[in-house]
């Protein structure tokens, strides 16, 4: 609220300094956050566009990809023995696929593998 010569009467000058300082004050902020808006709206696009794009090539790389299977277990006889044989055409998700709740809790434990390793340098040793 600005304070007017009219509505300024019984107080002192230094409130009124400190209510346009205050109201000054103030729209510096709003003009602030109106600004950082467009920022953070295209911040959040951003993130939700590469979750999306991860996400599709988590889900195909575990659907469509036979070396997944060499990535979480000791598959190497099994996925040359494939290679070699007359089902390579056919990925093994074909036949070999997992529930979609199987398929999360992969994910989640691949995730806290990974920030185990990350942040506590406690990586599990390497299977090749």
């Not at 010569?5 to 009124?16: E, M, P, T, V």
């Amino acid at each position: 609220m600005l304070f007017t010569s009219r509505n300024l009467a019984g107080k002192d000058k230094g409130h009124y300094l400190r209510c346009l300082y205050r109201a000054g004050f103030k729209r510096y902020i709003d003009a602030i956050v109106e600004h950082l808006k467009g920022f953070v709206l295209a911040l959040i696009a951003l993130v939700s566009v590469l979750g999306i794009i991860v996400g599709y090539k988590y889900y195909r790389h575990t659907q469509d990809d036979p070396e997944f299977c060499m990535s979480c277990h000791m598959m190497k006889e099994a996925f040359n023995a494939w290679s070699r044989s007359r089902h390579r055409d056919i990925v093994c998700q074909k036949c070999h696929h997992l529930s979609l709740f199987e398929q999360n809790r992969l994910l989640v434990s691949f995730v806290s593998i990974v920030i185990r390793c990350l942040i506590r340098a406690q990586c599990p040793a390497s299977s090749a």
